[in-house]
Nanobody
Framework: QVHLVESGGGLVQPGGSLRLSCAASGSIFGIRMMGWYRQAAGKERELDAIITSSGITNYADSVKGRFTISGDSARSTVSLEMNSLKPEDTAVYYC?????????WGQGTQVTVSS
């Protein structure tokens, strides 16, 4: 059983910053990549950023230059530094761990950007 725990969400003003963290525990037999997705109210879940086990990163166009993903596959952790936050970044953010046989999701953490 693999369990992902996210932390770091909250309420922030436009232009502010937050750092999300995710830690995985359990029987993890190799990691292909870890990442962060968001799901705004009434919308589908969408990619924000991923990082592979070799350190290659990929970002959605909407967050390039504002968000930075970092991870440690050996420790099964991934973080997302979010700067210059906008109201449209408001969503539930989910951590993803992609193993070699299946994907695992965290429970989500709410990020609200509002004045």
């Amino acid at each position: 059983q693999v369990h992902l725990v996210e932390s770091g969400g909250g309420l922030v003003q436009p232009g502010g910053s937050l750092r999300l963290s995710c830690a995985a525990s359990g029987s993890i037999f190799g990691i292909r990549m870890m990442g962060w997705y968001r799901q705004a109210a009434g919308k589908e879940r969408e990619l924000d950023a991923i990082i592979t086990s070799s350190g290659i990163t990929n970002y959605a166009d909407s967050v390039k230059g504002r968000f930075t993903i970092s991870g440690d596959s050996a420790r099964s952790t991934v973080s997302l530094e979010m700067n210059s936050l906008k109201p449209e970044d408001t969503a539930v953010y989910y951590c993803l761990l992609q193993g070699w046989s299946r994907d695992y999701w965290g429970q989500g953490t709410q990020v609200t950007v509002s004045s």
